[in-house]
């Protein structure tokens, strides 16, 4: 899952930027209004932290140009304004949810955790296909009853095949939302991590759930 | 009074009822007066001029009429209605006829004048010659004593009512004229029922009318009055419909509204100043809360840890620094700070200040230079004016690039001590050099945080110099420097 985070604050946005990422998220961080909406327009993302006081144009007008142009992503508005007019400015702008500075981390993650499930039909913090289960608050995976250990990338990759079960996801689509913006499609590194997750989940198993669609990419769906 | 009227339009009202009530009565007495007046004084005259006409037609003859026989209307009018033509008449028939012909040429004349005109004439020794038909068998009586050839005149009573009545004494007959008064008292009577009947309808009239007038003045009143009710601390930018009139109520409607704007104004600079303030407040704390939450999530390396510390450690001075600039301000506002005031030698200020700028410049290589240091004394709070100083010199380093210089200089002029700072740094676009003054005003909000500053020092600055009755000023050029005048009356 990969997130937009638009905060000026550098420190602020290093440790939100840290903590996600330790959550396996992707994050790309962006200093000012102006630049945020530029990722948010040309970017794919699953998620937008937007702080309200930016430079340039602040974090309501950011919301409301994105929604103009139908950026239909998920947008978490942080901000040290605590008045209700606020909270009502900032969700009538076409944000998804309100978080006032100073927030706990915990409650950061958890509505994080809220506004990526909103997407999708599973409203369970457990994603599962067949006899595979992945807790996304733990992170820990199984099959069965073995349990999978996943390095952070392969987390993140599966977590997005679980989310979009029965969808063929490109190569293009994959790099979009697992990685950040520094990645670099020109390798086949997309195909490495999708093979170490398939030797993990599937081998051993007859019932295969990651599927090539040659010449288009993978799809995760039970036969 | 010894009760009040709450609402001004009753008090209107009840003034001025009372005042057409007051005309009314002035008006109504005097003209029921002047009219009475009037109207005898045209009775007496026209009595006065018909006792005259008759004495005049009747004295002169006096010896025709003056026989003793006494004459009726009833006789005179047979004889005047049959005048027996072809009769012979005797010398006593003559002497008759003659005074006839006197008594008829009244009687002709009483036809011509008002039916209740009664004349009588009688002699001097009260018994009466003529009495005008109308009269009957009755008698006008005066009381007074009647004056010999002038006519004057007196009340009187015929059957039981006044009469007005003029009479004169000549040498043969007393004269009488009379006119009952009943007719003049039935007039002045209808006149004074008309009063008394005007009265309440024009009371009526006035007492409506001023409702009326005053509702109408004083509709715009009570709009003025439920719409300033309505507005609250929440709803100041409202103003009440201004009514293109320069009026009492165009100028009450223009003076409130314009009150309403600098209370707006002011309701509107102390918002937006918490919402400064709470925002400076919260970002350190969002970072000491943030960073140190994360660090617990799991275990770090020492060194991470020491970066932490170090990272929350400067959010936590900056909080102080933010906190004790906020508490200066405040007491700045509320006129509670101290002053201490006595002799202070900016010389020797300046020197000091001098080591500290060398301090804060060393990190950044950025040279300071002490251009002039002329020695000047003022009367002031040598704590306050070497934070104002140390705040304009620090200001100009934090804007001044690496490897540039702050230049600094002491001088009085025209009775002022005159302190300037001059910088090589980012300088200020035209348009902000008023604004930064301000409180939590910066130019660039990224840039200043990563240098620091909250944006406060410069407003501490300004109220310091104010309260040294001194100004502070910037010139500046972007990209290529400023240069902040501090200048201080030395008495």
New interface residues.
């Given amino acids: 899952m990969r997130i937009l985070v638009v905060e ?5 946005a290093r ?2 930027q ?2 996600l990422e ?1 959550e396996r998220y992707a994050v790309d961080v962006a ?2 209004g102006e630049r945020g909406a530029l990722m948010a327009e040309t970017q794919i993302y699953d998620l937008i932290v937007v702080d309200v ?1 930016l ?1 340039g144009i602040n974090g309501f007008e950011l919301t409301r140009r994105l929604r103009a142009a139908r950026v239909p992503t998920p947008i978490l508005m942080l901000t ?3 008045t209700t007019e606020d909270k009502v400015e900032g969700l009538d702008s076409g944000a998804d949810d309100y978080l006032t ?6 409650e950061l993650l958890a509505r994080v955790r809220s506004l990526l499930r909103r997407g999708s039909l599973e409203k369970s913090t457990t994603l599962t296909i067949a006899n595979l289960e992945l807790d996304t608050i733990t992170h820990k995976a199984k099959r069965g009853t073995r349990a999978i250990d996943l390095t952070a990338k392969e987390y993140a990759l599966l977590e997005y095949f679980l989310r979009n079960k029965d969808r063929v996801l490109s190569r293009t689509i994959i790099s979009e939302h697992i990685w950040d913006y520094n990645f670099d499609t020109g390798t086949n590194l997309i195909d490495v991590y999708i093979s170490h997750l398939r030797n993990k989940i599937d081998s051993g198993f007859d019932r295969k759930l990651i599927h090539t669609v040659r010449g288009v990419g993978y799809v995760m769906r039970e036969e | 009074m010894t009760f009040r009227i709450r609402s001004i339009r009753a008090r209107l009202i009840f003034w001025y009822t009372l005042l057409v009530l007051g005309t009314l009565l002035m008006f109504g007495g005097a003209s029921y007066y002047y009219t009475n007046k009037s109207l005898s004084e045209n009775l007496d005259n026209s009595l006065r001029n018909e006792v005259r006409w008759v004495r005049d037609y009747i004295e002169p003859q006096a010896s025709k009429v003056k026989a003793g026989k006494r004459y009726t209307e009833a006789i005179i009018r047979r004889k005047a209605k049959e005048p027996l033509p072809g009769i012979e008449q005797t010398a006593e028939d003559s002497l008759e006829a003659e005074a006839d012909e006197v008594w008829s040429h009244i009687f002709r004349h009483t036809l011509r004048s008002r039916k209740k005109t009664y004349i009588q004439i009688a002699d001097n020794s009260g018994i009466i010659a003529y009495r005008s038909y109308n009269l009957g068998t009755d008698s006008l009586v005066v009381r007074d004593s009647i004056p010999m050839y002038t006519a004057s005149v007196a009340t009187g009573e015929l059957s039981g009512e006044p009469i007005r009545v003029a009479a004169v004494r000549e040498k043969n007959f007393i004269y009488f004229v009379g006119y009952p008064l009943a007719e003049l008292r039935d007039l002045m009577d209808s006149l004074y029922l008309i009063f008394l009947l005007l009265l309440p309808v024009a009371l009526g009239v006035s007492i409506f009318g001023g409702l009326a007038l005053a509702n109408k003045a004083l509709r715009p009143v009570d709009e003025i009055t439920t719409r300033a009710r309505k507005i609250t601390a929440e709803n100041l930018d409202q103003t009440i419909p201004p009514l293109d009139v320069d009026d009492e109520i165009g100028r009450l409607t223009a003076t409130f509204n314009e009150m309403i704007r600098r209370l707006h104004s002011s309701f509107a600079q102390v918002k937006e100043f918490s919402a400064d303030a709470s925002h400076e407040l919260r970002t350190p704390l969002t970072i000491i809360r943030g960073e140190i939450e994360l660090a617990l999530r799991s275990a770090r390396t020492p060194e991470e840890y020491r970066e932490i510390l170090e990272s929350t450690l400067e959010e936590i001075m900056r909080l102080t620094s933010i906190i004790d600039n906020l508490l200066t301000l405040a007491k700045a506002d509320k006129g509670t700070y101290q002053a201490h005031f006595s002799e202070v030698d900016l010389r020797s200020l300046v020197e000091e200040l001098l080591e500290d700028s060398e301090v804060l410049a060393q990190r950044k290589g950025i040279h300071i230079r002490l251009l002039k240091n002329s020695p000047v004394t003022i009367v002031g709070d040598r704590i306050r004016l070497r934070q104002l100083f140390l705040n304009i010199v620090d200001n100009a380093i934090k804007y001044t690039p690496e490897g540039g210089a702050v230049s600094l200089s002491m001088d009085s002029e025209n009775g002022s001590a005159v302190f300037e700072v001059e910088d090589t740094g980012i300088g200020i676009p035209e348009q902000e050099t008023e604004k930064i003054f301000n409180r939590f005003y910066r130019v660039d909000k990224a840039r200043s945080r990563d240098l620091g500053g909250a944006g406060l020092g410069l407003s501490i600055a300004r109220w310091i110099a104010e309260m040294h009755r001194g100004t502070i000023t910037v010139r500046s050029q972007p990209q290529k420097g400023s240069t902040f005048t501090i200048r201080l009356p030395i008495n």
């Fill in positions: 000026d604050e550098k420190k602020v440790f939100i840290q903590g330790e200093q000012d006081m430079p040290a304004k605590t500075k100073p927030f706990a981390f915990a």
